[in-house]
Every structure is written in C-alpha cells, then in structure tokens.
C-alpha cells in the first residue's frame, strides 16, 4: 500500500518489535515526529525526550547493553546529527547494537551549505558498522530493515539512517515483512549479499577447536581471559562457565567482560591490566596457556603487547577475524560466534584439576581495604551491593569511580555493567542508566560518576524527573578529575594543571532544583542511611559522596609497560 516515508519508518519500528525510541526534534525530522501523534504511533512506541542528542545515543545503548535488544534514537540534520557523534563512536567501540535515525535536509538542498545540512554519512563512516543516505522512499523500509539486521547480527554495533527530509513527505510502497522472512526477503537479500554483511555467521572450523583442546591438554598453567564478546554473543555465558568450570583454571577479565565470571567465583581473579588485580596480571606472565574469548587486547589491557603474556601461547577466540594479530601476536585462533565455540570445546573437553597452579595464583592476594572513619570508594560499592543483594544495574561514567565499581563490585551476569570501555566516554552513565531502566523497569540501577563527568551529564535529570526514572546517581565527589590527578600525582611531578574542581554547583541542590532527591554522605553510615532513602523514594536521587581528594585506583601499571611492572600496588 501506499505510505509517506515518515510512516514507513513507524511501520519498519514496529516490524522490528521497536517500542522505545529516545531522542530530540528539530525540523528536518518534524514529519517522523509529526506521526507519533498524526496515526496514533505514540501509544504503541514510546518516545523519550531527552535534554540532549548525545544523552538520547547513550540511553539507547544503555537499553541495548541492558537488555539484548536494539537500542533506537532519533536527530535531526546538522547539530543535532553531530551531537549523536559520541555516543555512535561509544557504541562502536563496545559493540553495542544501536540504530540512529536521522533526517537530513531536502535531496533537492544537499551540497548547497543549506542551514542545518552536514554529510553524517561521511562524518560516521568510521565509527559506524555501516550507514546509509536514503534518497529514494522507495528503498527506506529495505534499508531500515537492513540497518538492524547489521547492527544485531555478528559483531553488534551501531548502523546510522539517514534520511532526505522529502523521502519522510514521499508515497512509497508498503508491505507488512515479519522479521523472519528478512534475510530471505528478495530486495533486501540483494542488499545483504551487495554489501556482503550476511547474516549467518560462519561454523567454527573442527580442526581449530581440536588443535585448541590438544593445548588444553599439554598445559600445565591455563589461564583464560574474558572479554566484551562473551557477554555479547547470545547464549554465551552458561556456556563459557561450563568451559572455566571444567577447565579449571584461574579466569581474568577485560573491563567489558565483567558478569561473564562471577565477581565472588572461585576461578575469578580480577580484572587484567592497567588497573588489573596483583593476581591477574601475574598470573598473564606466568601461565603458559592464555585462552582469550571475546577480548581485542587494548592497550588498557596488553599494556606492553611485546611482553604480554611472554611464557604462554595465546590462543584468541572472536567473531571478528580483523581483531585476530592487531594488537597481541597468536600461537593459534578461532574464529566464530563465542557460544558456539564454546558449545564444540565443552563438547570435547574433559574435567581437569590444576589445584597446584591455582594455589600459586590466588596467594597473591590483594591487601586488606581501609575502615578509617573516612568514607572510601569500596565501602560506597561494598554497601551498594549488600542494600541490593547484588543485582543492581550498575551504569558507570569514565575514571576512578569507574575502575573501582568494576573492582568492588561483583557483577554476576550479562548486562549488568554498563561502561564506556572502549572510547572512555565521559558523561555516558547517566543516560546510559535512564535507558537501561526504562528497559528493565524492575531492576535497581546505579548510575555511578565523579564530579566531573557528572557535570558533563547532569542535564539529563530533567529526562529523570519529567518521565519519573528512579535512577540513583552516587557520586564519588573529590572535588577533582580524580584518575587524571592520580596521574599527575605519580608521574607528573605533582604538578596539578586544571584538574582541582573547586567550583559549584552544590549537588544536592542540583538535584532538587530539577524536582528530585538529594542527599549528602560523609562516611560509610551516612551512605548506608541516604541509599536506602533513594531506594525507597521511587524518583531519581543524587547522593553527594565526600571522599578524599587524593585517594587512587590501586594496583596501577603505567601504558607502555609490562603488565607485572606496577606503579601502584
């Protein structure tokens, strides 16, 4: 049947069991808008205006990361287009599925310097898992449908539509397409096959799971790594502790792979790297046998790709042949979807014991935390975990708060830490945690942030209080870009340049000029007495958390540098 372009992207939406979508207006897209109200389309996907597009790129891919599904936003052309950059490039790096939908000026105004117009395209090509310019009404609901096929098929990612203002006025042609029939679908198997993005992944290669399970069994000092991959792929997890249980030998994991492991499991060792456990990082140079799944070994992670894991052979598990040798030289990979590798070694693998090199491992123990009357990043988690049994949805920004949330608090499951792993994105958490509670309305969600980030984000509590998201943002306030200061501390001289926030605004007050709660905590009691308020209040909270200026990350490596030379320990 016949349809206006605007209407066709409502009806694709739905196709795709869309029922959430975040973003801004502005008149390039004022026709999609206009049939949110125009054919009812509201009252079946619901829309969340957010105070900023980069706030609407991060609340859809926090409900991607949160609940598996494709995370959906919306922009105009121009600067409403640009403000989506981060977020897209965010969710690129973590592989996270996220459609954005933008409208560019009329086809008849491009490459005319027309107000608002900027080639996107051009702009995400790199930070994209693919993207369009649609120019014909006749191909938006193929290339929409296209879109998500990419962005949750394979490596997951973010895909970018854009589309000419006069496709959302144009009639095209409509038929209803339910998403089984898609990859079969003739126009849209054309496409899928042009842009060679098929759908269907390839079967591990035998041979490599075989050679992988005779490494098993020469090894004296298997050490396996984690990554973001496993907790992507679909069905992964109950399979890759199946492996590390039979396995049976110590695990360590990427910041993006925590939940894969158990935080408080017997094989578990902490994360590895930068700001990787004593356990860990030792145990990367003394193993013999490094299994990686799902990770890319950043530079955050293999600080000095020469001498990492010097005395194994590496073997290295991902879906994408392109992270294979980037960063780490291999001894053997496999290439394939996590689960289904781990399906075909858990079929061949036998139950083994390296009692002996767990002990040797697990020796190395952290030193005990501080209890000093003085309120500390751990008592913070620590306390965050017990009020919440341990199943908050905990949403991070970048730095200090965010090493230590990944330490201190022990993830048990997919989805469950959301964090700009890749990128670093400052100012992701909180609209990360609006969307992952909008997606997972049951769940407590954390939005844990310092000082600074929070400031690059605190406009997003208008989103919290108008559509009433109980998000409660804890902030580890010292009053100063806390990993960049520590860095300063230890390698530069002391010399603090502009790191000391010694500036408004009062948090507190914050909060409650945008109409919600906020709260104050000096030490762990005042913590422990404001975070069950927040978690009784049933709106968004801020509680302002004063701790001591000059408190680090600890264990840190410096970049560049074995993973066993700390700086810090």
């Not at 992944?201 to 020469?218: H, S, T, Y």
Request: proline share 4%; net charge negative; glycine share 10%.
């Amino acid at each position: 049947m016949l349809m206006r372009g605007s209407q066709i992207v409502m009806e694709c939406l739905l196709e795709q069991g869309v029922d959430t979508v975040f973003g801004y207006p502005g008149g390039t897209i004022l026709n999609i808008y206009d049939e949110l109200e125009l054919h009812g389309y509201g009252q079946k996907i619901h829309h969340y205006l957010t105070a900023h597009e980069q706030g609407a790129s991060h609340a859809a891919d926090g409900y991607a990361r949160s609940t598996g599904k494709v995370g959906v936003c919306f922009a105009t052309s121009g600067p409403g287009a640009t403000n989506l950059v981060t977020g897209i490039a965010t969710a690129y790096y973590d592989s996270s599925p996220v459609v954005c939908i933008t409208v560019n000026v009329a086809d008849s105004l491009m490459g005319k310097d027309t107000f608002q117009e900027v080639d996107i395209t051009g702009i995400t090509m790199p930070i994209t898992k693919c993207n369009f310019l649609v120019k014909d009404v006749n191909e938006l609901a193929d290339v929409i449908r296209e879109a998500f096929a990419i962005a949750r098929s394979g490596r997951p990612g973010p895909v970018l539509v854009d589309i000419t203002k006069n496709v959302t006025a144009a009639e095209g042609d409509y038929e209803y397409l339910p998403v089984s029939e898609h990859p079969s679908h003739g126009r849209l198997a054309t496409l899928l096959r042009r842009s060679n993005r098929e759908i269907k992944i390839p079967e591990p290669d035998q041979g490599d799971i075989e050679k992988l399970l005779d490494l098993i069994a020469q090894s004296q000092r298997p050490m396996v790594l984690v990554g973001g991959g496993v907790i992507r792929s679909k069905g992964a997890v109950p399979e890759f502790r199946r492996f590390i249980e039979a396995l049976d030998a110590p695990v360590g994991s990427t910041i993006m792979g925590g939940g894969a492991c158990p935080g408080d499991h017997p094989l578990f060792t902490g994360m590895v790297g930068m700001h990787g456990s004593h356990a860990s990082n030792m145990a990367t140079a003394e193993c013999d046998l490094l299994i990686a799944i799902g990770c890319r070994f950043s530079d955050r992670v293999a600080t000095d790709p020469a001498s990492f894991a010097r005395n194994a052979k590496i073997v290295h598990i991902d879906i994408d042949r392109a992270e294979i040798d980037k960063n780490v030289a291999t001894y053997h990979h496999i290439i394939g979807d996590a689960r289904r590798v781990l399906e075909l070694l858990n079929a061949g693998l036998a139950q083994h014991d390296y009692t002996a090199w767990k002990a040797q491992v697990f020796a190395r123990k952290e030193l005990p935390l501080k209890k000093d009357g003085i309120l500390h990043a751990h008592e913070i988690l620590e306390t965050i975990s017990e009020l919440t049994g341990g199943d908050a949805i905990i949403a991070t920004d970048v730095g200090q708060h965010q090493m230590w949330s990944c330490q201190y608090y022990h993830f048990s499951r997919p989805g469950q830490l959301l964090t700009s792993g890749g990128f670093g994105t400052m100012g992701f958490g909180l609209g990360a945690a609006m969307g992952a509670k909008v997606g997972n309305p049951d769940k407590v969600v954390v939005h844990c942030t310092g000082d600074g980030c929070f400031r690059m984000n605190c406009n997003e509590l208008a989103t919290v209080e108008h559509y009433g998201i109980p998000v409660i943002t804890v902030i580890f306030d010292n009053r100063t870009l806390g990993m960049v200061r520590q860095w300063q501390n230890l390698i530069y001289g002391k010399r603090f340049s502009q790191t000391t926030l010694d500036r408004g605004p009062d948090f507190v007050k914050l909060a409650e000029a945008y109409g919600l709660k906020g709260f104050r905590a000096k030490d762990q009691a005042e913590f422990e007495d404001a975070f069950r308020q927040a978690l009784q209040a049933g709106c968004g909270c801020v509680i302002d958390c004063a701790i001591d200026i000059d408190a680090m990350v600890h264990p840190m490596v410096s970049g560049g540098t074995p993973v066993t030379d700390f700086l810090l320990h």
